[in-house]
C-alpha cells in the first residue's frame, strides 16, 4: 500500500490484528467522553486511547490514556499509531452541518484533508478504522421518506458532500487496498451529557437544557420538521456492534442506522407530559430549516437490522425520561 509518497523511514510492515487480543483503539476528536466511557469498559482503560487538540474535561483525562492529536498532522497521526500499537481507529473529528456553512474552508479542511490522513494511516498500518456518516449525506433529490441505504446522494452542505466523500473513500481504499473500512451513518444524536455542536438537529438536545433550566424554550426549527433521531447509548453500542461484528455478516460497508423519527412539536408535547408549564416559541433559522428540509424525515436501516442485527433500546418517550432526569440530576 502506497498511495501517499513515504519521506523516511519507509519499511512499514502491515500489522495483523489478532482477533483473540484485545483492540488497541484510538479515538478522535469530539464525542470522546462517551465513547471512551463504552470502549474503555470493554477493552480496558489502557487499550483506549482518546485524543484531540483541545484539553478534554478532568475525569476524562484521569480515566485513561489522552494525547494531543491534530489529524491535519499526518506524521504525528502516525508516530501514535506506530507508537502505541494501534489496531482500531474510531474517527470523530468533523464539523457538522452548521458550523460547517459558517465555515467552509475548516469544514473541508478537517472533513476532507483530516480523513485522507486517517485513511492512509489506517490502510498502511491495517487498521479497522469507523468512520461516522450521517442523514446529512443525502440531500433535496434523495428519497426522504424513507431514505434506504442505496439512492441518489446529492447532499447541499459542506458537511454533507464530506461525508458523501467519506463513504466513497473508505469503501474504495476497501476494494482497492483491503481496508477494514465501517461506516454508520447517524441520525441526529441526542446526549445529555454534551453540549450541541453547531448541528441541525440541536434543538433536539437544547430543549432538554433549557426545559429544565429555564422553562422556555425557543425552537430555531419549525414545528412539523420531520427527521431521525437515536438516543447516545443506542449510537455509541451501534457502533461497537458493526466494528465487532464479523466481516462476512457486513454486506456492504457503510449503514443507515436509526431509532424514531419526530417532529419539534412531537417533542415538545413528550416533554410536556413531565413538565406541562414548558412555554415553547419558534423562531426558524433559515440556514438550518433548509438544510432539514433536505434531510431524509424516515430512515431506512433495515439492512442494519438484517446483516448484524441491529435493533434500538430507546424510543421517544424513554428517550425524553432518560434527558430529564439526567439533566434534573445534574441542576440539583
Ligand atoms: C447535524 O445536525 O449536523 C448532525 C447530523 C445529523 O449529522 N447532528
Request: glycine share 6%.
Amino acid at each position: 500500500f502506497s498511495p501517499r509518497q513515504v519521506t523516511s523511514d519507509a519499511s512499514f510492515h502491515s500489522v495483523s490484528f489478532s482477533e483473540t487480543d484485545h483492540p488497541k483503539v484510538l479515538i478522535t476528536g469530539d464525542c470522546i467522553t462517551l465513547t471512551s466511557f463504552l470502549y474503555r469498559k470493554r477493552f480496558g482503560n489502557n487499550n483506549v486511547i482518546l485524543s484531540d487538540i483541545r484539553k478534554p474535561p478532568s475525569h476524562v483525562f484521569h480515566s485513561g490514556p489522552f494525547i494531543y492529536s491534530d489529524i491535519l498532522d499526518y506524521k504525528n497521526l502516525r508516530e501514535i499509531v506506530v507508537n502505541n500499537r494501534i489496531t482500531w481507529l474510531v474517527h470523530y473529528s468533523a464539523l457538522l452541518s452548521a458550523v460547517g456553512e459558517a465555515n467552509v474552508p475548516l469544514a473541508r479542511a478537517v472533513n476532507i484533508t483530516g480523513l485522507h490522513n486517517i485513511l492512509d494511516i489506517a490502510a498502511e498500518h491495517g487498521l479497522r478504522l469507523f468512520v461516522p456518516s450521517t442523514i446529512g449525506a443525502f440531500g433535496p433529490t434523495s428519497p426522504r421518506n424513507p431514505t434506504p441505504d442505496l439512492c441518489v446522494q446529492r447532499p447541499r452542505t459542506i458537511y454533507g458532500v464530506s461525508k458523501v466523500h467519506a463513504e466513497l473513500m473508505g469503501e474504495y481504499y476497501h476494494h482497492r487496498y483491503g481496508l477494514d473500512f465501517r461506516c454508520l451513518r447517524y441520525p441526529g444524536i441526542i446526549s445529555a451529557d454534551s453540549q450541541p455542536g453547531g448541528g441541525t438537529t440541536d434543538y433536539a438536545v437544547q430543549i432538554f437544557h433549557d426545559a429544565v433550566k429555564t422553562g422556555k424554550f425557543e425552537c430555531n426549527l419549525k414545528p412539523d420538521t420531520r427527521l431521525p433521531m437515536m438516543y447516545i447509548d443506542d449510537c455509541l453500542r451501534a457502533t461497537l456492534e458493526v466494528m465487532e461484528a464479523p466481516a462476512d455478516t457486513l454486506s456492504m460497508r457503510t449503514y443507515n442506522i436509526n431509532a424514531m423519527s419526530f417532529t419539534p412539536e412531537e417533542l415538545v408535547q413528550e416533554v410536556q407530559k413531565q413538565l406541562p408549564d414548558l412555554e415553547v416559541t419558534y423562531d426558524v433559522d433559515t440556514v438550518r430549516q433548509a438544510i432539514a428540509d433536505s434531510w431524509p424525515m424516515n430512515f431506512d436501516d433495515s439492512n442494519a437490522r438484517n446483516d448484524w442485527g441491529w435493533k434500538h433500546d430507546y424510543d421517544l418517550p424513554e428517550l425524553v425520561q432518560t434527558m430529564l432526569n439526567f439533566i434534573g440530576s445534574e441542576t440539583r
